[in-house]
C-alpha cells in the first residue's frame, strides 16, 4: 500500500500542521502511563521533531477514551500535555474551544481531547471544517485510530493536503510483510468475535496457532475437553458454533492448552499451566515469523500473569522477528523490560488486527496514493 508522504515542498517554516497522534494511553492517578521506549507518546515524538525541524507550527490532535461526545474531565489530555512538555523540554499548551494560541515556527500545542465533541466518532464533516481551519496540512501519525472512520482520521482529509507520517508508514510496512515461514500465530484474550478476523485471514498462512486465554477455552469446549471451570461468564453459545467450525478447518496446527490454572470458586482460569507454557516455548523456539495478540491469562493478577510472562520471555529471545501490538500488551511488556527483544511493537492493537485481517482501514484509504 503506497502512502502520500509529505515533503519539504508542503511544509515549509510557519506551515500550520493538524498532527493527529494516538496518544490514547491509559491515565493512572492523575498522570499519563507513556508506556516505556515503544510507548505510543515516545513513538510519536519522531514525526513532531522533523516537523520542527521544518520550521512547521503544530496542533498536535488526539483522542482519549471514550468520553461519548460530551466533556469529561477524567478523559482531558492535560496530563499528556505534561509528558510531551516533560519530553520535548518546551511548553505545550492544552487548547480548549478551538482558541489555539499564535504559534511561532517550530511551537506547538495540543487540543483537547477531540471526543469530547460528538462529531468527532460520527465523522460529521462540519466538525472536521471547524478543524481544518486551524491548519494548512494535515498529517496522520496516528495508526491506531485509522481503523476509526472518524473526523480527524477521515473527514478532515476532504478539506486540507493530508500525508502519512513516517509512523504510520513504518507500521504499514512492516505489517504487509508479516508472513516469513515457520509463521507462528499466538492468540490469548477473551473474545472470540474480536479474534475471528485475523484467525480467518492469518491462519490459511501459520503453521502453528497458539491459543491462550479466555480464547483458548471456548475452543477447549468446543473440542469436548472436560474444564475445571465451565462456561465462562464471557462465552457464548455462538461462539462455541464458531470454535468448531475452526477446529475443523485449522484442527491440525492448532496447538491449546494442555493444562490450566483454574479458580473453580472464582469461577475463572487464570492462566495456562506449566505444562502447556513448555509446548508453546518449544513452538516458538523453531519459529521464524511469530504474530502476537492477547495476554494468555490474566494478567491483572499475580496467579494469572505467569504464562504470558513465560511466552514472552521465549519470543523476546528467540530468532524469530516478532510483532505484537495494543496498549496492554505494550505496557506489559515494559513492566517486564522485555520490550526490546520484539521486532515490531505496533501502536495499533483493533487497527493492527484489522490491518492483518486484510480490511480496508478508513485512516489509510484516505492517505492512499492514487
Ligand atoms: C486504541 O487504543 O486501540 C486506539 O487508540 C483506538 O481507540 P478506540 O478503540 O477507543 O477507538
Not at 470454535?243 to 483454574?262: E, M, N, T, Y
Given at each position: 500500500?503506497?502512502l502520500?508522504?509529505?515533503?519539504?515542498?508542503?511544509?515549509?517554516?510557519g506551515t500550520?500542521?493538524?498532527?493527529?497522534?494516538?496518544?490514547?494511553v491509559?491515565?493512572?492517578?492523575?498522570?499519563?502511563?507513556?508506556?516505556?521506549a515503544?510507548?505510543?507518546?515516545?513513538?510519536?515524538?519522531?514525526?513532531i521533531e522533523?516537523?520542527?525541524?521544518?520550521g512547521?507550527?503544530?496542533?498536535?490532535?488526539?483522542?482519549?477514551?471514550?468520553p461519548g461526545?460530551?466533556?469529561?474531565?477524567q478523559l482531558?489530555?492535560?496530563?499528556v500535555?505534561k509528558?510531551f512538555?516533560?519530553?520535548?523540554?518546551?511548553?505545550v499548551?492544552?487548547?480548549?474551544?478551538?482558541?489555539?494560541?499564535?504559534?511561532?515556527?517550530?511551537e506547538l500545542?495540543l487540543?483537547?481531547?477531540?471526543?469530547?465533541?460528538a462529531?468527532?466518532?460520527?465523522?460529521s464533516?462540519s466538525?472536521?471544517w471547524?478543524?481544518?481551519?486551524?491548519?494548512?496540512v494535515?498529517v496522520?501519525?496516528?495508526?491506531?485510530?485509522?481503523?476509526?472512520?472518524?473526523?480527524?482520521?477521515?473527514?478532515?482529509?476532504r478539506?486540507?493536503?493530508?500525508?502519512?507520517?513516517?509512523?504510520?508508514?513504518?507500521?504499514?510496512a512492516?505489517l504487509?510483510?508479516?508472513?516469513?515461514?515457520?509463521?507462528?500465530?499466538?492468540m490469548?484474550?477473551?473474545k472470540?468475535?474480536?479474534?475471528l478476523?485475523?484467525?480467518?485471514?492469518l491462519?490459511?498462512k501459520?503453521?502453528?496457532?497458539?491459543?491462550?486465554?479466555g480464547?483458548?477455552?471456548?475452543?477447549?469446549?468446543?473440542?469436548?475437553?472436560?474444564?475445571?471451570?465451565?462456561?465462562?461468564?464471557?462465552?457464548?453459545?455462538?461462539?462455541?458454533?464458531v470454535?468448531?467450525?475452526?477446529?475443523?478447518?485449522?484442527?491440525?496446527?492448532?496447538?491449546?492448552?494442555?493444562?490450566?490454572?483454574?479458580k473453580?470458586k472464582?469461577?475463572?482460569?487464570?492462566?495456562?499451566g506449566?505444562?502447556?507454557?513448555?509446548?508453546?516455548?518449544?513452538?516458538?523456539?523453531?519459529?521464524?515469523?511469530?504474530i502476537w495478540?492477547?495476554?494468555?491469562?490474566?494478567i491483572?493478577r499475580?496467579?494469572?500473569?505467569?504464562?504470558?510472562?513465560?511466552?514472552?520471555?521465549?519470543?523476546s529471545?528467540?530468532?524469530?522477528q516478532?510483532i505484537?501490538?495494543g496498549g496492554?500488551?505494550?505496557?506489559?511488556?515494559d513492566?517486564?523490560?522485555?520490550l526490546?527483544?520484539?521486532?515490531?511493537?505496533?501502536?495499533?492493537?483493533?487497527?493492527?488486527?484489522?490491518f492483518?485481517?486484510g480490511?480496508?482501514?478508513p485512516?489509510?484509504e484516505a492517505?492512499?496514493r492514487?
Open positions: 500500500m503506497q502520500r508522504t509529505w515533503t519539504s515542498k508542503d511544509i515549509k517554516a500550520r500542521v493538524f498532527l493527529r497522534i494516538d496518544a490514547n491509559p491515565i493512572k492517578t492523575g498522570k499519563a502511563q507513556d508506556g516505556g515503544l510507548g505510543r507518546i515516545s513513538q510519536a515524538l519522531p514525526e522533523r516537523l520542527r525541524k521544518r512547521a507550527r503544530i496542533l498536535l490532535a488526539s483522542h482519549l477514551g471514550d461526545g460530551k466533556l469529561d474531565k482531558s489530555l492535560a496530563p500535555a509528558v512538555e516533560h519530553r520535548l523540554k518546551r511548553q499548551p492544552l487548547v480548549r474551544d478551538f482558541q489555539a494560541p499564535e504559534l511561532k515556527p517550530g500545542c487540543l483537547e481531547n477531540l471526543r469530547f465533541d462529531g468527532e466518532e460520527k465523522n464533516d466538525y472536521a471547524k478543524l481544518a481551519k486551524l491548519a494548512d494535515y496522520n501519525n496516528a495508526f491506531g485510530v485509522c481503523h476509526r472512520r472518524h473526523a480527524s482520521v477521515h473527514a478532515i482529509t478539506h486540507l493536503p493530508s500525508f502519512a507520517g513516517e509512523l504510520i508508514v513504518r507500521e504499514v512492516v504487509t510483510q508479516a508472513t516469513t515461514k515457520p509463521f507462528v500465530l499466538i490469548g484474550g477473551s472470540l468475535e474480536t479474534k478476523g485475523i484467525l480467518n485471514k491462519g490459511p501459520a503453521d502453528k496457532i497458539l491459543l491462550g486465554g480464547l483458548a477455552v471456548t475452543f477447549l469446549a468446543a473440542a469436548e475437553v472436560e474444564l475445571p471451570v465451565y462456561p465462562l461468564p464471557l462465552m457464548q453459545t455462538h461462539d462455541l458454533t470454535a468448531r467450525k475452526l477446529l475443523r478447518q485449522f484442527g491440525h496446527k492448532l496447538v491449546l492448552p494442555s493444562d490450566l490454572i483454574a473453580p472464582q469461577h475463572l482460569v487464570a492462566d495456562i506449566p505444562e502447556t507454557r513448555d509446548a508453546f516455548t518449544g513452538v516458538i523456539a523453531k519459529a521464524k515469523m511469530i495478540n492477547g495476554p494468555l491469562g490474566i491483572e499475580s496467579d494469572g500473569m505467569a504464562g504470558t510472562l513465560a511466552v514472552a520471555k521465549a519470543m529471545k528467540s530468532r524469530a516478532v505484537t501490538g496492554e500488551t505494550v505496557e506489559f511488556l513492566q517486564h523490560k522485555l526490546k527483544g520484539f521486532t515490531h511493537v505496533s501502536t495499533g492493537g483493533g487497527a493492527m488486527l484489522a492483518l485481517s480490511e480496508h482501514l485512516g489509510l492517505l492512499r492514487v
